[in-house]
């Protein structure tokens, strides 16, 4: 059924997927507090990812990955690629690495009494991180990213305990479903090693849980941070740089960025987030009150609509953003206007697909 949107500058537009069947809300991940001198996973290097056709896969879902805009306009909305939260590739330890989650689903919410496969986790994450449409169920993307994500965690874990010869080959079906499960071929190695449990919650996965804040977050507080620490490279706009048009560095909001769906529109998510993994390329470098403060100042600006909107900025809240986040809220930075009442577009097309 197709369902019609007003967007932000009043122009109509179509979505394919109605609200109704939009994969569940994003469940915050069970964010842990860092451990000292944790030990993590060391995939093997993409070089040795087989030739034939599993080996196509692992690459195919790599490829996407990181360079998620070739699916711009199919399923992509908006200038972002999986890589720019999911760092080096989907590898970092503390930047939800793709080894973390694999072994983590499917995983049952009691919320809706409903368990989330691999793939409909990934889902997500195209229909509001990369404010996009997912693709379907069994697709080729799916299919492509949950190979490349299995080739990981298992080159990891043969890795980890000495386990030699290639990672064993899975059919699509299973490859979807993430390696959560009874019936998920493993080593017997590694389950001597580790229970279900231990691989739900390998050390590194999600990003880690920060501490509260001493002071209240402070939108003022971190638009100063923003000007000291992030400015050169995601600019004075917040809307980041493009090299041949491909955007190097990433736009941390409005029409180009994340949806006001995503988990990283929620304070405490960036704050987590940004503490650890920026700014870029050096250690860690924010105090914790200065990660929370410019995570309030990111996530204080407007973005692409939550796609689970239905015309009423304040129900959406109520249902759906009960927690650190200033959707339906007014912000210094926007005015007394709500945030989410001149969101933009989901899933807008691009400029260059109308030429
Ligand atoms: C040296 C350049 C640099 C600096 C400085 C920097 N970033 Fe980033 N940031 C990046 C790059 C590059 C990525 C994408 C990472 C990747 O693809 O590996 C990124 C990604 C992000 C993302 C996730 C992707 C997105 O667009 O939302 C957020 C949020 C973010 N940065 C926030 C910040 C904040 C806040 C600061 C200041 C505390 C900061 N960054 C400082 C380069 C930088
Ligand atoms: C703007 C940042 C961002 C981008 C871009 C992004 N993600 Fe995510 N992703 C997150 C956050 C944040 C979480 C954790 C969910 C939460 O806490 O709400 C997450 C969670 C996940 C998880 C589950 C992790 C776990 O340990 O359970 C997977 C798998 C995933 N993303 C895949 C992808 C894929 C595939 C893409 C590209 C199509 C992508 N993500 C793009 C931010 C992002």
């Not at 692992?58 to 939260?85: A, I, P």
């Not at 690495?97 to 919320?111: E, F, H, I, N």
């Not at 206007?337 to 260059?352: C, D, M, R, T």
Request: glycine content about 8%; charged content about 20%; overall charge neutral.
């Amino acid at each position: 059924m197709k369902r019609y949107y007003f967007s932000a500058a009043g122009v109509l537009f179509s979505m394919s997927i109605s609200a109704a069947e939009l994969p569940d809300r994003q469940a915050q991940l069970p964010s842990v507090a860092k451990e000292a001198n944790a030990q993590y996973l060391m995939p093997s290097p993409l070089s040795s990812i087989p030739k034939g056709e599993f080996g196509d896969k692992v690459r195919k879902g790599y490829q996407l990955f990181v360079n998620s805009q070739q699916m711009r306009d199919t399923y992509v909305g908006n200038e972002l690629n999986c890589v720019n939260c999911h760092m080096n590739a989907g590898n970092k330890a503390n930047a939800s690495p793709l080894w973390g989650a694999y072994m983590a689903y499917p995983a049952y919410r009691k919320k809706n009494d409903k368990v989330n496969s691999f793939e409909e986790r990934i889902q997500g994450c195209f229909t509001y991180s990369m404010n996009g449409k997912a693709p379907e169920s069994g697709s080729e993307p799916l299919v492509a990213i949950s190979a490349y994500s299995y080739w990981l965690v298992m080159s990891g874990l043969m890795n980890q305990f000495g386990i030699t010869g290639p990672v064993p080959e899975m059919t699509d079906v299973e490859l979807l479903k993430g390696g959560n499960r009874e019936d998920f071929p493993l080593p017997e190695t590694v389950t001597s090693k580790l229970d279900q449990k231990e691989l739900t919650m390998l050390p590194g996965r999600g990003f880690p849980k920060l501490a509260k804040p001493e002071l209240a977050y402070s939108v003022e507080r971190g638009e100063a941070v923003y000007q000291a620490h992030c400015q050169t490279c995601h600019a004075d706009d917040g809307q980041g740089y493009k090299m041949a048009n491909v955007s190097a560095l990433p736009p941390l909001w409005g029409p180009q960025s994340y949806n006001w769906g995503a988990g990283m529109h929620r304070v405490n998510t960036a704050a987590n987030f940004i503490y650890e993994n920026m700014p870029l390329g050096k250690s860690i470098q924010l105090t914790v009150q200065q990660a929370w403060d410019v995570a309030a100042f990111v996530n204080a600006h407007e973005r692409p609509q939550d796609p689970r909107y239905k015309g009423n900025v304040a129900e959406t809240q109520a249902k759906y953003h009960q927690h650190e986040g200033f959707y339906g809220k007014p912000s210094s930075i926007n005015g007394p206007e709500l945030l989410g009442a001149n969101a933009y577009p989901i899933f807008p097309v691009s400029k260059q697909s109308k030429q």
